[in-house]
């Protein structure tokens, strides 16, 4: 009697090992594309922190400027009517590729194209909310509270279309 595997078991082997690896590949994107909205929500909520830190430490407000062509927000200093751009690393904040802006509402006035807010020493005259999607289109929404300066991060269990 011959010892060893046929054509047709190795051919069935290899079938069934391509198949749980290709299950398996799909939960894998999907679980990597929601750590990285998380991992994007908290950078931006850091970056908002940022902001009033700087806004505190200078004792002069700060403007947050959103790009959605070039997907960043910037920092900025405002002094006596002139708008001064923050130089280094924490002075912008790059959304990552697979991550979109899809609005971003400041007092309930939705924005597309750019959109611009005053951050001001200990507190934050408007409420921001910046909706994040990812290419499975999940939604997390970074929310800027008015006056308190708290920042809070929600999953959304809806589908941004």
């Known amino acids: 009697m011959k010892k060893g595997f046929t054509l047709l078991e190795l051919i069935l082997v ?5 198949i749980i690896m ?3 590949s799909a939960k894998l994107g999907k679980v990597l594309s ?3 909205i998380r ?6 909520r850091n970056f908002l922190y940022t902001a009033e830190l700087v806004a505190l430490k200078n004792q002069t407000p700060c403007i947050v400027k959103y790009d959605f062509e070039k997907k960043i927000f910037n920092l900025y200093l405002k002094k006596k009517q002139k708008v001064i751009p923050l130089k280094g690393k924490k002075s912008y904040y790059q959304i990552p590729d697979g991550i979109k ?4 509402k400041i007092n ?6 750019r959109a611009k807010w005053e951050i001001r020493p200990l507190y934050a005259p408007q409420e921001v909310k910046i909706y994040l999607r990812n ?6 929404v970074v929310t800027l509270f008015a006056g308190s300066g708290i920042v809070e991060i929600k999953s959304k269990g809806i589908k941004y279309e």
Request: aromatic share 10%; with cysteine; hydrophobic share 40%.
């Open 108 to 113: 309930d006035k939705t924005h597309f194209r």
């Open 101 to 104: 802006v899809c609005e971003i």
């Open 39 to 44: 991992s994007t929500a908290r950078g931006l």
């Open 135 to 140: 290419f499975q289109r999940e939604i997390y």
């Open 22 to 24: 290709g299950i398996s």
């Open 14 to 18: 290899l079938i069934l090992i391509s």
């Open 34 to 36: 929601t750590v990285k």
